[in-house]
């Protein structure tokens, strides 16, 4: 559905011949029997495969002209860099960020512990502050948020349904104070509509941890990069996947390359620990899950 709605040039037969593709990695059928881990070859065509930095060719791939565009609405709203997880997503950010002029401002998170359902044990007197913010996990802000204006971020929580402030909605920066965050939504109906985002406690209903931590933070990403799990239910113009490390779970190489409108937006940019160029990678796909469909 996505590659028809955004059909450029790609002849039919093309069209056809890369939507069965698709659907083949998502079902496991290439490099059968793939039921399972398996690598499986990349086309050609869809390779970053000149590079001496990685991490610089994947940003100039994604973001040509970056330091004359950054903040252009038109620019930002459709492109993304994919990663399989926060680690990579993080470190694309900072890279990123890094390269953009302007002021820089820090969020710090304030951390804490929930006690109210639970009985006082000495084991809560080694949750310090300083331990708590080392702490990450999906569906949480990061205790450091880094920000400047033109910076794009995705929200992670629903703020305000109508006014399309929901889980996922794409904005950017345009100014920032101490406490409050103002930025204009780059996409969908309210495309162009300013809001202000103020810090709020966050917990998980299911803590990973035996304690329930309370993050009082904005409930914001920054994503010029954005983990493949964040990009479920995106549809992009241009996509670009970034592999230092691959997939893990079921479906998500299948979830990445079926973002993108046209296969002549879809970039992969694969390599080892010592970056050296590899034109295979990981696909996660577990035939039992099929059985009940």
Not at 34 to 39: I, K, M, R, S, W
Not at 157 to 185: M, P, S
């Amino acid at each position: 559905m996505r590659l028809q709605e955004g059909r450029d040039n790609t002849s039919s037969n093309e069209l056809a011949e890369f939507s069965k593709w698709i659907l083949n990695v998502g079902d496991g059928k290439i490099c059968e029997p793939n039921d399972g881990l398996v690598d499986i070859e990349i086309p050609q065509e869809l390779l970053i495969s000149k590079f001496d930095d990685p991490l610089r060719a994947i940003v100039e791939n994604t973001y040509p002209n970056l330091l004359e565009k950054y903040q252009d609405v038109e620019f930002l709203q459709e492109k993304a860099i994919l990663a399989s997880t926060i680690e990579v997503v993080d470190k694309i950010n900072h890279y990123v960020l890094d390269l953009i002029p302007g002021e820089e401002k820090e969020y710090l998170s304030f951390d804490s512990n929930d006690r109210t359902n639970s009985s006082y044990t000495e084991a809560y007197e080694v949750l310090t502050p300083e331990f708590l913010s080392k702490l990450r996990t999906p569906g949480l802000p990061n205790h450091r948020i880094k920000l400047k204006v033109g910076t794009p971020i995705m929200l992670m929580r629903n703020l305000d349904q109508a006014d399309g402030l929901c889980n996922g909605t794409r904005l950017i920066v345009t100014r920032f104070a101490n406490y409050v965050l103002e930025a204009k939504i780059m996409s969908g109906k309210n495309i162009g509509n300013i809001f202000y985002i103020p810090r709020m406690s966050m917990s998980l209903f299911d803590s990973p941890w035996p304690f329930k931590l309370i993050r009082r933070q904005f409930s914001i990403i920054v994503s010029h990069a954005m983990t493949i799990n964040k990009s479920q239910g995106q549809s992009l113009d241009s996509v670009e996947l970034y592999f230092p490390t691959p997939v893990f779970s079921h479906g998500q190489l299948y979830v990445a390359i079926s973002r993108v409108k046209s296969k002549s937006r879809l970039k992969i940019l694969i390599h080892d620990k010592e970056n050296v160029l590899c034109s295979t990678t990981t696909n996660v796909v577990y035939k039992e899950v099929f059985q009940a469909l």
